[in-house]
């Protein structure tokens, strides 16, 4: 018995500037969180010459360099909104007036809260 050989082919549906935006993003808010946790708590001082320990001053420039590159990329991600495909302007254009994408939510909703038995298709729009 000869079974079919299924092939595939993967696509990109998010353009690159999207994904880059999606990863600088994510590693923002890790040292934006890590950073803000050393802020709010500082580690405890340490003896000795204070231009070699400048601990707290290093984590606090990094903190806001990294507040500066998460604000930017926010603001190149609304100006990608205006001028890229289709799903770069999904996140900001979300389709409420759309039945199916409303069925949509209310399905993943029920399904998160395990009232529904099988995961809801995601193929909304």
């Keep these: 018995m000869h079974l ?3 092939t595939s082919q993967g696509y990109y549906i998010y353009e690159a500037p999207v ?3 999606h990863w600088i993003t994510a590693l923002s808010i890790v040292v934006l969180a890590v950073t803000g946790y050393f802020i709010g708590r500082p580690l405890p001082s340490i003896q000795g010459e204070a231009t070699f320990m400048f601990w707290m001053g290093w984590i606090r420039l990094i ?5 500066y590159i998460f604000t930017v990329a926010l603001l190149f991600r609304i100006y990608w909104a ?3 495909n289709e799903y770069a302007r999904e996140m900001f254009l979300v389709p409420f007036w759309r039945r199916a994408w409303r069925k949509g939510v209310i399905s993943e909703i029920r399904w998160y809260f395990f009232l529904e038995k099988e995961a809801p298709s995601l193929l909304w729009t």
């Design 4 to 6: 079919k050989e299924i």
């Design 19 to 21: 994904r880059l935006w």
């Design 63 to 67: 903190h806001f360099t990294t507040a």
């Design 82 to 84: 205006c001028v890229g």
